[in-house]
């Protein structure tokens, strides 16, 4: 991927692109004319080295996932990316935003922390803000647009999912989901579900993520 035209900075530090002479302007436009311009699509990942390591660890392997997804996006570019009514901007950044629940209670709540560089940490710090929180969804110093909506279904495997949302074209928030890991072959697998917004991610985008996803799950292998 070449270079994007950058015009210069907007809100919150984020850079603008310049729609003149970005190269997916035609296909921006293309989808923007769509009313439901969201697709789904879900898919297996292999997750055996992450779920060794979690354990060794002592480690929320859930948190684990949240974190290498987040750090596998950032990687893709075309997920940094953001609609504000036709102005295209590009986060530095993004920031988890995931479902929980408290031992014992089968209520859940939405817990916001920033990921960080360092896993472990990550998962310490995602555990003590959601043990500490009282309220159904924890407060953010982040732009909407910045976050990545998490959840998961551990009790059974997901193969689709589609999630609720007041109808906003320009939505550009990625949802993910999942639900129990299964043994495969010599391996584990888990089928991940994302939904998204064509305005600005293609399939070729989602390659780019899954290969950056997989390459950071096995950093963990044979790691203890």
């Known amino acids: 991927m070449g270079a994007l ?3 210069g900075k907007g809100g919150n530090d984020v850079q603008t692109l310049c729609m003149d002479t970005w190269s997916r302007r035609t296909q921006y436009a293309f989808f923007a004319s769509m009313s439901d311009p969201f697709y789904t699509l879900t898919f297996p990942v292999e997750v055996g080295p992450l779920l060794s390591y ?3 660890k002592q480690c929320s392997f859930y948190r684990g ?3 290498c997804v987040t750090k596998a996006m950032e ?3 075309a997920f940094r990316w953001k609609d504000r009514n036709g102005t295209i901007v590009l986060h530095d950044t993004l ?3 995931f479902t929980d629940l408290h031992p014992g209670s089968d209520t859940f709540h939405i817990t916001t922390v920033e990921a960080g560089d360092d896993m472990e940490d990550f998962c310490r710090r995602a555990a003590q803000t959601s043990a500490a929180q009282t309220e159904f969804l924890s407060p953010s110093p982040w732009p909407e647009d910045q976050l990545i909506y998490f ?3 551990p009790w059974f495997p997901v193969t689709a999912l589609k999630n609720e949302r007041d109808l906003d074209p320009g939505d550009s928030i990625p949802r993910v989901a999942w639900g129990k890991y299964e043994p495969h072959g010599q391996g584990v697998r888990l089928l991940l579900s994302l939904e998204l917004n064509h305005r600005l991610i293609d399939g070729v985008h989602v390659g780019q993520f899954y290969q950056a996803l997989c390459a950071q799950i096995s950093r963990w292998e044979g790691s203890r």
Do not use: N
Request: aromatic share 6%; with cysteine.
């Open 5 to 7: 035209p950058i015009c």
């Open 95 to 97: 920031i988890p935003s």
């Open 151 to 153: 959840t998961c279904l």
């Open 75 to 77: 990687k893709t570019e």
């Open 54 to 56: 979690t354990r060794s």
């Open 65 to 67: 996932m949240v974190w």
